[in-house]
């Protein structure tokens, strides 16, 4: 699977929008972007996923880039709820023993009030 | 419907103890995973059990680890003569199929100290 790299921090002020990019030049034709969150203390919770097209659910939309290189994770309206550690993972999506999930150290993005 | 249960919550042991942590996934999921979250540092993976099939065993870091699923149902993770390098969160996960994407739903964790 390939790595990711994202920044290991952000702020975003309460109510606007949260943009958090991920870095994954060596991502190759068949391997999805997701994106998990974990809030202090919690297991960590899905929040999206992509192969190529843009996705939007009731969480957050994903914008990947036409490269697929990089992609955006964005909250677009940020609450202080939101405060959590955000991971982008890249795998492969077939069927097999693969459906484990490789972390990184994620973005920890603080919502300030 | 209830999500993933852990227990215990807390559990601090010993140095060369024993301990066993156990899962209750989501009932139906037929796949469940294993995760250790060191302090600070992102998701380790463990081992995933996949409906009847063999078990994937590779992120187990030593043998003093091992775990079982029985069917589709509980699972324990076992680590034998724990060193204080053990000390971690212990997170579970369940899907409900193992081929294709369905989303991982993680337990609470247990919080694994080793003095």
């Known amino acids: 699977d390939a790595k990711t790299t994202q920044p290991p921090s952000m702020d975003c002020a309460e109510g606007r929008a949260a943009n958090l990019p991920c870095n994954h030049s060596t991502i190759s034709g068949n391997e999805y972007v997701y994106w998990y969150r974990q809030i202090h203390s919690q297991g960590p919770q899905y929040i999206i996923h992509g192969l190529k097209n843009n996705e939007t659910n009731e969480m957050a939309s994903l914008i990947i880039t036409e490269d697929r290189k990089s992609s955006t994770l964005i909250l677009p309206h940020a609450t202080l709820r939101d405060t959590a550690v955000y991971y982008c993972i890249v795998r492969v999506d077939y069927g097999g023993a693969t459906n484990k999930l490789i972390f990184g150290t994620g973005t920890l993005l603080a919502v300030q009030p | 419907g209830a999500g993933v249960s852990q227990s215990p919550s807390n559990k601090v042991t010993e140095k060369g103890k024993d301990v066993e942590l156990r899962c209750d996934p989501i009932s139906g999921h037929t796949a469940l995973y294993w995760y250790r979250q060191r302090l600070g540092q992102g998701l380790e993976f463990l081992i995933y059990?996949?409906?009847?099939?063999?078990?994937?065993k590779s992120g187990l870091p030593s043998d003093r680890f091992s775990a079982e699923r029985t069917g589709e149902s509980v699972s324990t993770l076992t680590i034998q003569r724990t060193q204080q390098e053990d000390s971690a969160v212990y997170l579970c996960?369940?899907?409900?199929?193992?081929?294709?994407?369905?989303?991982?739903?993680f337990g609470p964790g247990t919080r694994l100290t080793v003095t």
């Open positions: 059990f996949q409906g009847n099939s063999a078990p994937d």
């Open positions: 996960a369940s899907s409900l199929r193992f081929t294709g994407f369905y989303e991982q739903y």
